[in-house]
């Protein structure tokens, strides 16, 4: 299994661009989120999804957007980049809602919004 | 509301001394705790976690933590601490609410090892 992966690793973005943030995972999980990570911070939750076709927001998702057709996929959408948004991205997975799991976390993408 | 606190944000230790990092937590019921890892430039490791049973939880890398439901705390430690350890340590608190489980995490303790 390759686990929780994450493309770009790191990306350089203008201000007002638009870019999608590319998650899957190969173990079947149905839950998937989206952390950003700031100095200081910890991390924070942007989107999560509990199964495909349902999303719902977490503690900071203005300037997000999500979907999941796919089991497997999670993209995290920026559809007009501000340099507020610059920060690192992590991807994470667990099994199922209503039992406690471990959540698995992608590497994370390095996101410089200019 | 509920919340996870991790009150230093920098400890300084020198190698082979032992280590403690406190994690406090504000929940109502019994909570789901974790502690997660995070070397420079890389992603999260789990180290350990408690969901029920025995207080004391041992996790990878000679780490362990004590869940003290009287104090509301999770704590992390290592009786001897590597030069490898220093890194970022992160609690975090299963949050239930609207019938979702959310991952909450704390604002993390950057750990230094000296020689």
């Known amino acids: 299994n390759a686990g929780v992966t994450q493309t770009p690793k790191f990306q350089v973005l203008k201000t007002g661009q638009s870019m999608t943030l590319q998650c899957a995972q190969d173990?079947?999980?149905?839950?998937m989120s989206w952390y950003r990570q700031d100095p200081g911070m910890g991390l924070r939750l942007i989107h999560y999804s509990v199964g495909a076709g349902i999303t719902d927001q977490g503690e900071v998702p203005n300037g997000y957007n999500v979907s999941r057709s796919t089991t497997e996929d999670f993209p995290l959408r920026l559809l007009s980049a501000a340099p507020s948004q610059t920060s690192v991205y992590f991807c994470?997975?667990?099994?199922?809602?209503?039992?406690?799991?471990?959540?698995?976390f992608g590497p994370g993408t390095r996101l410089l919004v200019l | 509301a509920q919340s996870v606190t991790q009150p230093d944000i920098h400890i300084t230790v020198s190698e082979g001394a032992s280590l403690e990092l406190r994690c406090n937590y504000s929940?109502?019921?019994?909570?789901?705790l974790f502690w997660y890892v995070q070397s420079p430039g890389q992603g999260l490791q789990l180290l350990l976690k408690?969901?029920?049973?025995?207080?004391l939880v041992q996790g990878i890398k000679g780490f362990e933590a004590e869940f003290k439901r009287s104090q509301s705390s999770f704590n992390l430690r290592k009786p001897s601490v590597h030069w490898s350890d220093a890194a970022e340590y992160f609690c975090?608190?299963?949050?239930?609410?609207?019938?979702?489980?959310?991952?909450?995490f704390g604002k993390g303790t950057k750990l230094t090892v000296n020689p």
């Open positions: 929940y109502g019921a019994t909570p789901y």
């Open positions: 975090a608190v299963v949050l239930t609410q609207g019938g979702s489980e959310k991952l909450v």
């Open positions: 994470a997975s667990r099994l199922s809602t209503g039992i406690p799991e471990t959540q698995y």
């Open positions: 408690y969901f029920s049973g025995d207080t």
């Open positions: 173990m079947n999980h149905e839950y």
